[in-house]
């Protein structure tokens, strides 16, 4: 009999919230990272509520609007990723996003990786969020290899539930490196202060963890300051991935943006089966069988 592989000894856990900016402009760095690592570490996304569902809401929501827009277009403008031509509103709760991320989990990495970009694109291409259940789940709907039944249901679920309530605790109990940090990132990554007197992690932050110790990446960083984490806890960890050709990138990540592209492909772009969805910030690329389901090119972009 075969003994059982075992398990990675490098985790890789990323703190993170569907909708929050920081987060949509690491998407680059972090697929590469995925890709270097793929198979080799556990990697784990933690959820951690970025919008919680008792923050107050706002006495003028247009001014709140138009100030948040103008934050995420001085975000992008650091990350190079798209922002929504015109934002609808600023989002009440990242609940149902969680819940819905974290419940397609249970249909495999692949497909949680594609839902998860799809609740990212609500805010920053079509510039509605996906704060409600309606929302998020119509914002999925169609993603390649998705039940969406079985989604729906276990996104309305206890235990995902529950899940999500471990993320959110869990990211408020950040490691002490965090808690005060030195960088010349636009984003350095210093753990925020939360109403009740806690902290909970930058978004997004990567913490790396072996029976060797833990390192921690808070913010936004180039992806060298990543990969370094991870070699000084598994060296050999990561292979730089070769870049893949326009078409194959296109089909293997249903959905890029200029700076992705750069980083994951290389030849002459765009291939031609590529659907182009403009924003305020460049296009986002979109493979046709992403594109015949996707509320971009459903509703048109905003």
């Not at 923050?55 to 001014?63: L, Q, R």
């Not at 609500?122 to 290899?145: I, K, Q, S």
């Not at 235990?159 to 605790?169: K, N, Q």
Request: with cysteine; net charge neutral; charged share 25%.
């Amino acid at each position: 009999m075969t003994a059982a592989a075992a398990p990675p000894a490098v985790e890789v856990v990323e703190y993170t919230d569907p909708l929050c900016p920081w987060a949509w402009g690491s998407e680059p760095v972090f697929r590469r990272l995925r890709a270097a690592l793929a198979g080799r570490v556990r990697w784990r996304r933690v959820h951690g509520v970025l919008f919680d569902a008792d923050d107050d809401p706002p006495p003028d929501p247009a001014a709140e609007t138009a100030w948040y827009a103008r934050h995420v277009e001085e975000i992008g403008a650091h990350t190079g990723a798209p922002w929504a031509r015109r934002l609808s509103r600023v989002a009440a709760t990242s609940w149902p996003a969680s819940l819905v991320a974290k419940a397609a989990e249970l249909q495999g990495e692949e497909v949680a990786g594609r839902v998860l970009r799809r609740l990212r694109e609500t805010v920053f291409v079509l510039g509605e969020p996906a704060d409600t259940p309606a929302l998020a789940l119509a914002a999925v709907r169609g993603t390649p290899g998705l039940d969406p039944v079985r989604l729906a249901a276990e996104a309305a679920a206890g235990d995902v539930l529950e899940r999500v309530r471990a993320d959110r605790a869990e990211a408020r109990r950040p490691v002490r490196e965090v808690l005060s940090v030195r960088s010349a990132s636009p984003h350095p990554g210093a753990a925020k202060e939360t109403g009740d007197g806690g902290h909970r992690y930058a978004l997004p932050t990567l913490l790396v963890r072996s029976p060797a110790g833990r390192r921690v990446v808070p913010g936004w960083r180039p992806y060298e300051e990543y990969a370094c984490a991870v070699e000084e806890l598994g060296p050999g960890l990561p292979r730089t991935p070769a870049p893949l050709p326009p078409a194959e990138a296109l089909r293997r990540y249903g959905s890029l943006t200029d700076p992705e592209r750069a980083l994951l492909a290389a030849g002459p772009w765009p291939p031609p089966e590529a659907v182009r969805v403009d924003t305020g910030n460049g296009p986002l690329w979109l493979h046709p069988e992403e594109a015949a389901t996707h509320p971009a090119t459903a509703r048109g972009s905003r």
